[in-house]
């Protein structure tokens, strides 16, 4: 047999900004709030690179506690991904990017 050892306090993984898709909504991870450090966003999408570029603004969409509602994005762009997915963050531009064909985090984690 092939025992593994727990370790409870191992390698300590970095926090990442993770974006959450479903249906209706983005949801924004601690991590991501943090980053962005504002309570309205605006949405918009790459079609050429299938990017979804989150940014921090003044006047836009607001963070309602975690969440985003954007159903309307979602239409108007005809996307249809969901799940969590890991979020590029750019200090320069506030901006969190989520490339819905590379960023996927796997289904275990």
Same mark, same amino acid.
């Given at each position: 047999?092939?025992? +593994?050892?727990?370790?409870?306090?191992? /390698?300590?993984?970095? @926090?990442?900004?993770?974006?959450?898709?479903?249906?209706?909504?983005?949801?924004?991870? @601690?991590?991501? *709030? +943090?980053?962005?450090?504002?309570?309205?966003? /605006?949405?918009?999408?790459?079609? +050429?690179?299938?990017?979804?570029?989150? *940014?921090?603004?003044?006047?836009?969409?607001?963070?309602?506690?975690?969440?985003?509602?954007?159903?309307?994005?979602?239409?108007?762009?005809?996307?249809?991904?969901?799940? @969590?997915?890991?979020? @590029?963050?750019? +200090?320069?531009?506030?901006?969190?990017?989520?490339?819905?064909? *590379?960023?996927?985090?796997?289904?275990?984690?």
């Amino acid at each position: 047999m092939a025992f +593994e050892v727990y370790k409870p306090r191992g /390698e300590r993984v970095p @926090k990442l900004p993770l974006v959450t898709l479903s249906k209706n909504s983005i949801v924004l991870n @601690k991590y991501a *709030r +943090e980053k962005l450090n504002v309570d309205k966003v /605006e949405l918009a999408f790459d079609r +050429e690179t299938n990017t979804i570029r989150i *940014r921090g603004t003044e006047d836009g969409q607001n963070i309602k506690k975690t969440k985003v509602f954007g159903r309307g994005f979602f239409n108007h762009f005809n996307i249809s991904a969901k799940g @969590k997915f890991y979020a @590029k963050y750019d +200090e320069k531009e506030n901006s969190l990017y989520v490339n819905l064909d *590379r960023d996927q985090v796997p289904q275990n984690q």
